[in-house]
């Protein structure tokens, strides 16, 4: 590239910083630089750390999108350093840009956070091949490139933790396994070689399994290798019903009370889905209800709404349908 | 101008639990002359939860819908993030991969339809500012929003994944920044407010499953649109309306916090400024009472 092409501009930073061992509270220091359109967002950390300040401190390594340790949040964004260009951010977020840990309550000093509740989540969910292997193959254990393609690039995952400290399932419920989690989990269980019977289970688990997402897609506009962990999680959704090991809870029935609602009306029922799925515990509902039924809100099921060629959508039900429950 | 014409696809709680979502939409319309065909055939888009269940038949049924937009050869307009997410990611998962478009009209055949995926699909939003144009909307207000701070709340499925957003819409919104509501705010004449809680999950898709998680999202967004003086919010799905709007109980009990706003559609804030009245807009649907007017 020419020279000629590389532009400045002036941004400001507000940089957190907190010591564990020094700082009762964490504190922002502002920092002015001159960004060209050539840097990366891993540079400014580094000119902070050699211009500015040398006990600044944060965690890269390969420089090269691989290692996983530089995330950190630009402007709240999760976002790897290494690869993220300035020029991006700057056009995202303006000159004022905000520098922080992943997650300022687990940091340690300044962009260095505790990742412990990652590597946990990582480790409960099996994140290894499980199977009965020949220590001293004949031949070669091949995996044709069809049965490969299943893994739908989940074997890409760096554990940057971008994801996960992007999600706000994680950060509400502290049980909730994360989309990396999923991603790992989704990994081992979609490969064939695999034969390990407890991992879907776990990760179907409520509170802590794949019905807590709140489908926000944080996850698959974060990730930095593209993998689309919420992807992964409907995959896991899906294979649950598939090897019949969804349980029957409140989460399943949701979802499956599309179907039946669908298969009577084309459309959702409402209050049909909400019965379907809470069971005797819809009368926790009621209070809303009431409220909403004041309002015109509420159709009465004699005046459920019908699709017009309702049974064109009956016919496909029954035809394409692939799953059972 | 060229008389805009779509073919609405109305999803559900247009048609059950936001009844003001659908009144307020065909004012809106008529206010701005767009001629709207309702897809009356159409079937729920599986809200995202059939998808988990059933894919493959999933696919079938968002790919009929779409097939009787292409039937009168017209853009699918959606009034719903998530349909229009459910919508336009069956279309682009159809028309990058012909091996799936293939089996989805080998169903399709059988009610003598095909999805050959020469219709767009786009959110009413953004045909509004897309296609109609934010400066006409300005010329065209008559009671402008001139007293009231409004907070945006765009909503997820609109705005992620942004891959999609890029394929259907002709200004590329920005997931971290985005700025269409802000804008449409300002064109009608009141004042936008920023805050973080924006662009983040109002919890809607979990209220059953995981009630807290759900509660503790929507109670954040309220007061963080609270904190900034709001004095309402306005956003284009249904979806996050239900959850803002009904849910204000729960929410104040998960954060601790007693929190309530009025929650508009994007279409109720746009005929205001139009100069529909209140009951064209059916703002006596909303549970949060609407006491500004
Ligand atoms: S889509 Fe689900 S897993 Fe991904 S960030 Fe949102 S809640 Fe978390
Ligand atoms: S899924 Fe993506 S964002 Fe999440 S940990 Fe792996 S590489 Fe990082
Ligand atoms: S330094 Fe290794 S991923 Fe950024």
Redesign the pocket.
Known sequence: MSTNSITTQKVNFKVFRFNADEDYLPYYENYTMDITSEEVVLDVLNRIKWDHDGSFSYRRSCRHGICGACAIKVNGRSTLACKESMTTMIEYFGNEITLEPLSTKRAVKDMIIDKADFWDKHASVTPYLVADIDECPSCENLVSPHDAEELNEADLCIQCGA??Y?????EINSD?F??AA?VAAYRFESDVRDSDAERLINVNEERQGVW?????????E?CPKDIN??DK?TKLHQMAFKRGVAKNNVATRHAVGFLHSIKKHGMLDEGGLVLYSEGVHIVKHIPVALAMFKKGKIVLPWNMPKSDKLDEIQKLIKSSSTVKF | MKKLKYALFTGCTAKQSTPEQMMSTMAVARKLNIEMIELTEASCCGASHLQDYDDFLSLVLNARNIAYAEKHGLTMVTICNTCQLNTAMTKHRLDNNAELKAKVNEKLAEIGLEYKGTSNVIHFLYAIIDDFGLDKIKEMVVKPLSQFNIAPFYG?HNIRPSELHDESHKQKENPYNPTSLDDLIIACGGKNVDYEEKNK?CGFH?ELQAPHTAAVLTGTAIAGATDQNADMMVTPCPLCHLKLDTQTKSASEAIGREVSLPVLHMQQMVGLALGCTPAELGLKHHVTEVNFI
Do not use: L, T
């Open positions: 994801c996960h992007a999600c706000p399932a994680v909730f994360g989309p999923f807590d997402c709140v489908k926000c897609y944080e996850c698959a974060v962990p919420i999680i | 997820c999950c979990v």
